[in-house]
């Protein structure tokens, strides 16, 4: 996780308040979900959204999003599991749609030899969020023109292309934060490299549902 500065920046960027409705898909251990949770308060919800595709993981990540649902002060969570492009149906119209180093996982093998794409995934998230409603990528950046060939390699992505699927399914790119930017970062490299791990350059795009 980021200091707490910047996870502080990254929700007020989301636009994430008191009463929000938040989908954290692909929550890992929970972090997210549970600072959402603070936020958005005894008015607001938090459904932890583990695809499908992974809920096989050794680490049990449905049982592990469940058990943060039982925790104290924990009952505006809903810890949710379905297939990626189904995810309409298991949960209600949302303000947010949270996505943190998942995005490009769309292009692996991981995901899409269960079915899912990335154009199917963000019409789904198109057509669960309210009017109005924010769809919130943060990914690892590939090189400029890469497209999407270090997915699946380095677990990286080219912002541009991000951008360009995600405007496909109809939404706008409402902002930019170059808060996790890191212009050192050679991007020719796995993220889990020691000498990048936890400080790869990232993007943050804030897009919107008109």
């Given at each position: 996780?980021?200091?707490?500065?910047?996870?502080?920046?990254?929700?007020?960027f989301?636009?994430?308040?008191?009463?929000s409705?938040?989908?954290?898909v692909?929550?890992?251990?929970?972090?997210?979900?549970?600072?959402?949770?603070?936020?958005?308060?005894p008015?607001?919800?938090?459904?932890?959204?583990?695809?499908?595709?992974?809920?096989?993981?050794?680490?049990?990540p449905?049982?592990?999003?469940?058990?943060?649902?039982?925790?104290?002060?924990?009952?505006?969570?809903?810890?949710?599991?379905?297939?990626?492009?189904?995810?309409?149906?298991?949960?209600?119209?949302?303000?947010?749609?949270?996505?943190?180093?998942?995005?490009?996982?769309l292009?692996?093998a991981?995901?899409q030899?269960?079915g899912?794409?990335?154009?199917?995934?963000?019409?789904?998230?198109?057509?669960?969020?309210?009017?109005?409603?924010?769809?919130v990528?943060?990914?690892?950046?590939?090189?400029?023109?890469?497209?999407?060939?270090?997915?699946?390699?380095?677990h990286?992505?080219?912002?541009?292309?991000?951008r360009?699927?995600?405007?496909?399914?109809?939404f706008?790119?409402?902002?930019?934060?170059t808060?996790?930017?890191?212009?050192?970062?050679?991007?020719?490299i796995?993220?889990?490299?020691?000498?990048?791990?936890?400080?790869?350059?990232?993007?943050?795009?804030?897009?919107v549902?008109?």
């Amino acid at each position: 996780m980021y200091d707490q500065a910047k996870q502080s920046e990254l929700i007020r960027f989301a636009r994430i308040d008191a009463g929000s409705t938040v989908i954290d898909v692909y929550p890992g251990d929970g972090d997210w979900t549970r600072l959402f949770s603070d936020v958005v308060g005894p008015e607001g919800r938090v459904y932890s959204f583990v695809p499908a595709e992974v809920a096989h993981f050794k680490n049990d990540p449905v049982g592990l999003m469940r058990t943060l649902a039982k925790e104290p002060g924990r009952e505006n969570v809903d810890a949710v599991s379905a297939n990626l492009v189904t995810m309409p149906e298991a949960t209600p119209p949302a303000d947010i749609l949270w996505m943190h180093l998942f995005y490009h996982d769309l292009h692996t093998a991981l995901i899409q030899d269960k079915g899912a794409t990335a154009d199917a995934f963000n019409r789904a998230v198109y057509e669960q969020l309210k009017p109005g409603g924010r769809y919130v990528i943060i990914d690892h950046a590939a090189a400029a023109g890469s497209g999407t060939s270090d997915t699946q390699s380095l677990h990286r992505i080219d912002p541009a292309t991000v951008r360009e699927e995600v405007e496909a399914a109809g939404f706008v790119l409402d902002a930019v934060s170059t808060l996790l930017a890191n212009k050192d970062d050679p991007h020719s490299i796995r993220v889990f490299d020691p000498t990048v791990k936890g400080e790869t350059d990232r993007f943050v795009y804030r897009f919107v549902k008109p």
